[in-house]
């Protein structure tokens, strides 16, 4: 193929709003603008004409590159695997306007034209990653988005001012609902504002979930009475696409105030099934998304997926934070955390939720990172592993918070909060004096 | 954590039935035994005990490693970029028997546990693939399965004794349902088995689902009724999940009588939801699967992913086969045929399509590689953009076949056969004398 002009087009002649915009960098051994039109014909109108007809079904229906900027020679390719033989390489950013009318406002569609064989498999081109997608006003207005948003969220839980504290109930797994639920009404008694299932637990013969929300949701309603305050259940209900509605309707008859799904082991639009549906706010969380998130050069960057769990319905996103465990650069967990924020039109904002191993320490490098109160911690051991019980873990995330907003240290406020002082021990090893 | 006794287990001391066997490599900057405690740990009981109880979760609740055999001592990182400082790295593999109970037969839930947060972000470990799963017969009987199987598509499609001759209807995307079912109509008419719409075609203003399985329906019962063979009409369904079993049901009832679904776009629960409610074979195309399996030290192995659109139901399923472009070593491609075919216990086996870039020379390749003919190849361009037309196309893919099993050189056989002439000279430019 030549470097075929009917794949190349300025975007002030298109109709924007008919167009998403495609982010790519891309490795090729071949001229970047020819793999770039090669790009664009198999992920569009692959063969664009009949044998015997004239006719050019590109200038409707093709993808076509409006920004193409060399920005490397690599000496060796970033994916040596994927190239046994080259005479030169290029590393290029090429940015791509894609035809909405190809597919509508569907995700597994979407999802197939931005991500689909044609992107990965494209000639001449040995790695590729998916950057960003940038989505017209109008092709937003034919989502739902987050059913509550930011403001909808501190509305249904009465907290203001401050980062929501969640926490994962541990032991995540093994536990049947009665001692389960004692947990979650421990650490709801210490002011956590939203007690959760862990991703991996669901709907076991050990755990059933109507039992579990039916206890939880009990057991939640007592803690408010007793606190004065709301309490939330957060109840997994990821499972088979075809249950998941069902699932909903048990949870919320039985107490469950927030629902989680694993969205990218259901789908995305598994979740925006349960989006059109749910009367609680929605909690994407982070599993089989690193997979293709994590190469540099390759798949598909994690801030893309957090706009589609916006865009499929998830009130908030929990995504890999910071701390060595997440291995996630400090740039890539803000480019997360302003996907959930950022100005999207019609679509309401999702609250970031940054995760990992966090603990009362946790709130200062975020808050200083992020420079607002607009984001959620989820530790699971410092609330439940804490040494003296998950009232004190919860105790524990309160008084790391007002740390932090009063800008007094850790240590130093620790000095009259016993149950911080023992969290610094239980994550850091160090004694506090009291 | 020392080297927990607790995340290790001799195979033959387990209830075999009652576990998954997980097959990994992975790289650690740490001892690799605790590392892959570390992983069990993350995968299952996180915490497995509460603070106040003295209590041991990890016998019943724990993944445990069976087998673990250090391969490599990388002198630098396969993935540089999620390590900074090391002293010393260690390659693995590792075989986990993951209770089954933890989740039961739900697939979003299995890829949580086998897939989710805690096997990309154990502690030590920056580098992961998932390379198998094992399933123990009890756990299969709880799935569907492909409805049909190869024995059921043979009955299906009264395609016998040779491989399936799909061709993916081109131009893919543009034409409004009257001129495409024209171009299926005259593939069928050359003695194409199955038209398939492509990927990237769905259900849209300018080609409404109900309108082109209708035409399409029609048109293949006429050429059913001309040529006296079986005509079959595949029609992509990939949508929002929620209209998925809305779109089956119209197709089939216009006509269409096999279905697609890009089942990673949609989800491989949504897959296994209209498994369920089918009536006709189900056909898995493989969009958004490369993101995560091309990194040989990262991700998910894609015979994996076959395996799980097998276990959902998937009659057929297409992956990247031979070529350039597919950028797909044979022995991957061989691996993800066996993961179509190999027993499977009470699951039926699904017909193996290792895609890309197909004419008539593919066939030879193939047969040679895989040794039988329960396959299907799926052109595109080598029957609807043939240089005189998609009779001639389909035409060219049954001279390609029979060359193949006569054992006649491609060229030779060509004499003789102007189609394949001309599909000759379209793939490789050599001119062939008639």
Known sequence: MKHEKAFFSKWEDLDQEKYLILDYYFESTIDPYVAAAHLCQEQSTAQWKRVDVDEDLRPQFGSKVIDLQVERQPETPSLPYQVETWEKLWGARVKIAYPIANFGPRIPNMLTAVGGEGVYYSPGIYAIKLHDIIFPHEYLEQFEGPKFGIEGLREWTGVYDRPFFLGVIKPNIGLAPEPFGELAYKSWMGGLDIAKDDELLCDTEWSPFAERTRVLGRLRKEAEEKTGKRCVYLANITDEVDKMVELHDIGVKNGADMLMINAMCTGLSAVR??????????????????????????????????????????????????????????????????????????????????????????????????????????????????????????????????????????????????????????????????
Chains 1, 2 share one sequence.
Not at 312 to 341: A, Y
Not at 366 to 388: E, I
């Open 273 to 434: 099934m349960v989006r059109k549906h749910t009367e609680v706010p929605l909690v994407a969380h982070f599993d089989f998304i690193a997979p293709f998130t994590k190469a540099p050069f390759y798949g598909v960057h994690s801030r893309v997926i957090t706009k589609l769990q916006r865009l499929s319905g998830c009130d908030m996103v929990i995504f890999s934070g910071l701390g060595d465990r997440m291995k996630t650069p400090q740039n890539e967990v803000m480019e997360n955390i302003n996907s959930c924020t950022d100005d999207m039109g019609p679509i309401k904002k999702s609250l970031p939720i940054p995760a990992g191993s966090q603990w009362a320490g946790s709130f200062g490098p975020l808050y200083k990172m992020m420079g607002h109160r607009d984001f959620a911690v989820v530790p699971g051991r410092a609330v439940f592993g804490h040494p003296s019980g998950p009232t004190a873990g919860a105790i524990s995330l309160h008084q790391g918070w007002e740390a932090t907003a009063k800008g007094i240290p850790l240590e130093e406020y620790a000095k009259n909060h016993k149950e911080l002082a023992q969290a610094i021990k239980q994550f850091t090893g160090k004694e506090i004096e009291q």
